[in-house]
């Protein structure tokens, strides 16, 4: 049943973005330097996350999901934090970089990948 909200809300949300004709770009931690105005960064979470998502904010750290570069951002959120949320997974939010680096997110923008989608099935013996 929550799978299903879930669904539907991201269904609704591809629309509305479709429709609105703009598009936020989206960039790694090692792109989001050469970037100004709103994007969508994607990273994997490294470390330990810190605070409260739902007061001051969460922090937590992101750097490219290839691991191409060692690249590192500091990502304050605030808002729902989705179940899958969890250091060394893939996520995607959205918002601005400050002069002092840190990235902040919009509120409750943060989209989490299933890695179990991504990797290839085993194949039978």
Known sequence: MIALSVAAVLAVFLLYTSLAGG?????????LASKTGEVS???????TPTGDP???G???VLEDIA????????VLYTGSV???FRTGRDLVV????????AFVSKPGTMITKCPSKYEAAEQPT
Request: glycine content about 14%; charged content about 20%.
């Open 23 to 31: 598009s936020t770009p989206s960039v790694s931690p090692s792109e």
């Open 41 to 47: 960064l994607a990273g994997r979470v490294v470390g």
């Open 54 to 56: 739902h007061g001051a």
């Open 58 to 60: 969460l922090r937590f």
């Open 67 to 74: 691991g191409e570069s060692k690249q590192r951002v500091t």
């Open 82 to 84: 989705p179940d899958l």
């Open 94 to 101: 959205t918002g601005t970089q400050r002069a002092d680096g």
